[in-house]
């Protein structure tokens, strides 16, 4: 049972360029992958802790401007910059969560929703280093004089961290750490009781997330050589979400295939023309009315019942 | 004295909910705690573990001084519990349930989690073990893979019993095991609280069914209006005429 799941992403994930035609396919799938490695630790947060966070576009647009920032306009070489922005919002998300994560429910809502419109104010305002509502140019990920370039390049790269990642994460999930959060998202008082502190725990789900979406964020800004505060904002944060929630909670997989599907039904649904989001909405209602649980648990447990009928 | 309280006091909103309580409970004893509908039991026991803070007074564990400690850490100490109304890891298997209680025997570092180190992976099987072995223990090895979420009643009573004692605590604290159970599960529980005495477990009981009170405790302490009536051995207690008025005379007159 172990180990199968992850088998069959890294099997999509070596078979899918045999289904790309062209090098605009190739873009979607790493976009794909790059919004998939973000719901995979917001779903550790959201789904397996049980705590909503409405700002995550932030720490997504705080790593790409980050290593943007210094990469373009202090010359850090990129190998640098990036794990440094990465760094630096690790320990924002460390600073912030700390008082935040003492709010439950609506009320963390409100406040991580804040800090998320803080964020894109922030980067749309200091227009001096950021470019301002226009965006700023991003120089390429490069090492020893050779840049990542290309989409099949960024096809496996972004790939075997996407795989990497799913493992890492499976294997907390796993763990002591792992279990605390699920438990204290079941119960609170009774995690609590058999010494979980859950404070640290919610932490630790919530400074890995947010860890997580600013290295997707600035893997996004160094690949398409660009980034605009609208991946900061309020509205990129819900669309995280809705991966999340889309794609099914506690479940790494789900959190894969809610980036997939959320990423690709806008590129498809745009030969409806001017009805696309209306389209885009009804199947996000339709689908958490009749899955509530989200695509992937509810397909696991058909396909269990069905495994158990042929039995 | 493994747990001592001193003038220990709660009151909601000017009301005294526990009102000066200086009790002890010795150790290697089932400890029953009773009294009217009202008397402040479950409060006491919910400041006992530390879920509520005192508004006044101490409480003394194993010779530390827990008062205001928040509640995870009077679990590190030993103190365990279970709960009147049920807070099973409903998203979880019973197994996973009690593995989750072995939180504190479980030290566990990020990287040897993220990297299912070789270590980490034998800990792992022997955490699943013990858990195993305790769902054996408390009579749900049926039930190990079910999520929690499908199992009955009795059997989740049961299955918070095994997650408290995963986290081999000095003292457990039950909090109405029997309540809902039918005779022949309340036998059942009745033996189980019997048996954590050879796990060398002291037990607090808060429990509405006298014939299991009598016969399982050795020391019994009657709440009443937050404060303690009476105290002693169980068939003292019963026969005290303090303790029948407060049962029997407390029938609201206006009702």
């Known amino acids: 049972m172990r180990g199968r799941g992850l088998a069959l992403l890294a099997l999509a994930v070596l078979a899918l360029p045999l289904a790309l035609p062209n090098k605009y396919a190739y873009e979607v799938a790493i976009l794909i992958g790059l919004n998939a490695l973000v ?37 850090w070489p990129t190998p640098l910059s990036l794990p440094a922005a990465v760094a630096g919002v690790a320990l924002l998300a460390w600073l912030v969560g700390r008082p935040v994560l003492r709010l439950r429910g609506h009320h963390l809502a409100m406040a991580t929703l804040g800090l998320g419109v803080i964020v894109s104010i922030v980067i749309a305002t200091e227009d001096r280093v950021t470019g301002g509502p226009d965006g700023m140019s991003v120089p390429p990920l490069a090492a020893f004089g050779v840049a990542l370039a290309g989409e099949t390049a960024w096809y496996w790269a972004v790939g075997a961290l996407l795989v990497g990642t799913v493992w890492l994460a499976r294997n907390f ?105 209306v389209v885009f909405g009804a199947v996000l209602m339709l689908t958490m009315i009749f899955m509530p649980r989200g695509l992937v648990p509810t397909l696991e447990k058909a396909l269990a019942a069905a495994n158990r009928r042929a039995v | 004295m493994l747990l001592r309280t001193e003038e220990l006091s709660r009151a909601f909103g000017g009301v005294a909910a526990v009102d000066a309580v200086s009790i002890g409970f010795g150790a290697g004893a089932v400890h029953a705690l009773i009294g009217p509908n009202g008397a402040g039991k479950t409060t006491l026991l ?29 679990a590190a100490a030993g103190i365990g519990r279970t709960f009147q109304n049920l807070q099973v890891f409903f ?165």
């Open chain 1, 39 to 75: 719901c995979v630790g917001l779903n550790l947060l959201i789904g397996y802790a049980g705590q909503i966070s409405l700002g995550h576009a932030g720490f997504f647009g705080l790593g790409a401007y980050g290593s943007a920032i210094l990469a373009a306009r202090y010359g």
């Open chain 2, 91 to 255: 998203n979880m298997s019973a197994l996973e349930n009690v593995m989750a209680g072995r939180h504190l025997l479980e030290p566990c570092g990020l990287a040897a989690a993220a990297l299912r180190l070789r270590a980490r992976v034998r800990e792992e099987r022997a955490c699943r073990l013990e858990s195993e072995a305790l769902l054996d223990f408390v009579g749900l090895a049926a039930w190990r893979d079910a999520p929690a979420d499908a199992m009955p009643y009795g059997a989740l009573k049961r299955l918070e019993i095994a997650r408290a004692l995963a986290a081999k605590p000095k003292l457990l604290l039950l909090d109405e095991p029997a309540a809902g159970l039918n005779p022949v599960e309340t036998a059942e529980i009745d033996q189980l609280i019997q048996s954590l005495v050879t796990r060398r477990v002291t037990v607090v009981l808060v429990e509405h069914n006298m014939k299991l009170v009598m016969g399982v405790s050795q020391h019994v302490l009657v709440l009443d209006y937050g404060r303690v009536l009476a105290e002693g051995e169980p068939a003292a207690v019963r026969n005290d005429p303090r303790v029948i008025e407060a049962y029997l005379g407390a029938e609201p007159a206006h009702a």
């Open chain 1, 173 to 277: 999930i796993d763990s002591p750490r792992g279990r605390a959060l699920r438990a204290l998202h079941g119960s609170e008082i009774a995690a609590e009781m058999v010494g979980i502190d859950s404070a640290r725990h919610k932490l630790d789900a919530f400074v890995l997330s947010a860890a997580l979406a600013a290295l997707a964020g600035g893997l996004t800004a160094h690949y398409s050589g660009f980034i605009t505060p609208a991946r900061a904002a309020f509205l990129h944060s819900i669309e995280l979400v809705t991966m999340v929630v889309f794609g099914g909670m506690a479940s790494t997989f789900g959190a894969v295939v809610g980036a997939a599907a959320l990423t690709l039904l806008p590129q498809i649904l745009t030969a409806l023309k001017e009805y696309e989001m």
């Open chain 2, 46 to 74: 919910n400041l006992l573990c530390g879920i509520y803070r005192p508004t006044r007074g101490r409480i003394l564990f194993d010779g530390r001084d827990l008062t205001g400690r928040p509640t995870h850490e009077y």
